[in-house]
């Protein structure tokens, strides 16, 4: 059973810019969430996708955008980056029958500069 | 808007001590969830917690619900310096996918 993966691992980028981050879920899983954990903080939730389809938002801005692919890989895309955005974003994925235990990828590390 | 508390936030321990950490959530919801986080590292899955009573336990933790008080807690037996690490509960609203986090509890074993 392959568990979840995301790519890149670290990135840099410049104030202004766009950046896209990717994620696999696990084996059997249908539904995937994103998470922005700021540095000492607790994630906070993103947005969820469940078959293809946005399935509920946290409170970020709409330059925050996602999609989640046939084989329910997902990517965040975030335009227009700002200092603040610099954080570690998690990806998690689960299987949507209720117990939703959601299994986290080893997030990407995004700097603002 | 749910909030979720844990206290302490930082808690510094014996190796072989007993100590408890506390979740409480402003809002219903019949599930929690605890994960473990390394430095570093992303959140690996401790215990799911899935109604009123539930108690789990896994080696030196045991983590209990109790949705009428909305609280949780995480009790740590005979601490080892393996168990350091921050520790978050999730809660997810009633009719709701998504997990509010805690804001985490920084335990230190020392040896």
């Known amino acids: 059973e392959t568990g979840v993966t995301q790519s890149p691992t670290h990135l840099i980028k410049t104030r202004g810019q766009q950046v896209t981050l990717r994620c696999s879920s696990q084996?059997?899983?249908?539904?995937v969430s994103w998470y922005q954990q700021a540095l000492g903080q607790g994630p906070q939730f993103i947005f969820q996708y469940y078959r293809e389809e946005e399935n509920g938002r946290g409170n970020f801005p709409p330059r925050f955008s996602g999609l989640q692919f046939p084989n329910y890989s997902s990517e965040l895309n975030v335009n227009a980056l700002e200092l603040d955005d610099s954080a570690l974003y998690l990806c998690?994925?689960?299987?949507?029958?209720?117990?939703?235990?959601?299994?986290f990828g080893p997030g990407t590390r995004l700097t603002v500069l | 808007e749910l909030k979720v508390e844990q206290n302490p936030l930082f808690l510094s321990m014996q190796e072989g001590k007993n100590y408890t950490i506390y979740c409480n959530y402003s809002?219903?919801?019949?599930?929690l969830y605890w994960y473990r986080q390394d430095p570093g590292k992303s959140l690996e899955s401790l215990f799911v917690l899935l109604s009123n009573g539930a108690v789990k336990q896994e080696g030196r933790l045991m983590a209990s619900l109790d949705t009428k008080a909305r609280l949780s807690t995480l009790h740590i037996t005979a601490a080892v310096h393996d168990l350091s690490a921050t520790y978050f509960c999730a809660v997810p609203p009633s009719g709701t996918y998504k997990y509010i986090f805690g804001t985490g509890t920084r335990l230190k074993v020392l040896a």
């Open positions: 998690a994925s689960s299987d949507w029958t209720g117990v939703d235990t959601q299994y």
């Open positions: 809002t219903t919801s019949d599930r």
């Open positions: 084996s059997g899983h249908n539904t």
